[in-house]
């Protein structure tokens, strides 16, 4: 029998007072453990009132019988809406209380219901960015130390960028595929809207990429990038002939280049490695990059990357640097 509000109301004279937790327990002829648990779930910051212990029950009670969110068939359609369009079960969540206006299911939920035992045959996992049964650590790949002409070390970069305050600071790379003499994806990142810009190349030349670069920037406007010790970047020069500088990571930190690092990886949902780039278009390549610019992302409160790029430049409608 659960405590009642006149209980409640002898346990806040008598705790008050001084007496025990197993004397309380005698004078209301209920086990002191029932006392205790009632003290420990309903006390305030310092002494125990009934009233706000009344509260809170009453909040525990009302939440009891509401039907579980993913029950609701309009979020469990939604929910599965999204994971088969390859949103992460966090992007799920934070874009369903972007548009509600209130939270509707927490991302650990989702997680749950699809390693559940009882979904085991339908492989819900598969829907999942990385297709992963269990979660493992991701470690971003090495990069390749070489000399490069005039090269500024990302530790001369102004401290303000990395607080990504500003629009126009970019990172870049190279996604390799099967055969590393062939089709390359030479890949620009902003770091404050996250939005993503990417060309096939014929090659990781230094001619290729630089060509790739001078597309992406001149429609999209950028101040700086930062960049990796590959040898395709070694004419990063003619970048600072458009005004923009650039600056380079230090060898194997490939985090300092985070944003970009991580953007590479939502492509390898798409092409993983050891995939083929040989035939891939570059219209193949822009519905990818325009899902990734489309899905919302926790760190731009579930804004899209695409939507903040559209803040930040004032343009309504349209597609930049696809």
């Known amino acids: 029998m659960q405590i009642q509000p006149n209980e409640r109301d002898k346990i806040a004279v008598w705790f008050s007072s001084g007496l025990s937790v197993r004397e309380i327990g005698r004078r209301l002829g209920r086990h002191h453990t029932v006392i205790g648990r009632e003290l420990k779930r309903n006390r305030g910051n310092s002494n125990y009132v009934a009233i706000h212990a009344q509260r809170l029950s009453n909040q525990r009670k009302s939440k009891t019988n509401k039907t579980h969110p993913q029950k609701q068939p309009w979020v469990y359609s939604y929910v599965l809406e ?8 966090e992007q799920i ?5 972007l548009d509600n206006g209130k939270p509707i299911i927490h991302w650990e939920t989702i997680y749950r219901w699809i390693y559940d035992d009882n979904h085991k045959d339908r492989k819900l996992w598969e829907y999942l960015p990385r297709k992963q049964k269990k979660r493992h650590k991701k470690y971003g790949r090495k990069v390749t130390k070489v000399r490069i002409p005039n090269r500024v070390s990302i530790h001369l970069r102004d401290k303000r960028i990395e607080q990504r305050l500003d629009y126009g600071h970019w990172e870049g ?13 030479h890949t620009e990142v902003e770091r404050k809207t996250r939005y993503l810009s990417a060309k096939v190349i014929n090659s990781k030349s230094s001619l290729d990429t630089i060509k790739a670069q001078r597309q992406i920037f001149n429609k ?5 990038v930062t960049l990796d010790n590959g040898t395709e970047f070694v004419r990063h020069h003619q970048l600072r002939l458009m005004g923009i500088k650039t600056y380079f990571a230090d060898p194997y930190c490939s985090g300092q280049r985070g944003t ?5 990886g939502l492509i390898r949902r798409y092409l993983p490695k050891k995939t083929s780039f040989e035939n ?7 519905d990818i990059v325009w899902e990734i610019n489309n899905r ?8 899209t990357p695409f ?10 409608g349209g597609a930049f640097g696809m």
Do not use: M
Not at 93 to 97: D, E, N, V, W
């Open 296 to 303: 919302p992302k926790k760190v731009l409160q579930f804004s």
């Open 82 to 89: 999204k994971l088969r369009e390859g949103w992460s079960p």
């Open 260 to 264: 970009n690092e991580n953007t590479n």
């Open 93 to 97: 969540s934070g874009r369903l209380k």
């Open 173 to 185: 790379d190279s996604i390799i595929g099967r055969q590393t003499k062939s089709k390359v994806i």
């Open 280 to 286: 891939l278009t570059q219209e193949d390549l822009n």
């Open 307 to 316: 939507e903040a790029l559209q803040k930040e430049l004032k343009v309504k």
């Open 220 to 224: 999209l406007p950028a101040l700086t």
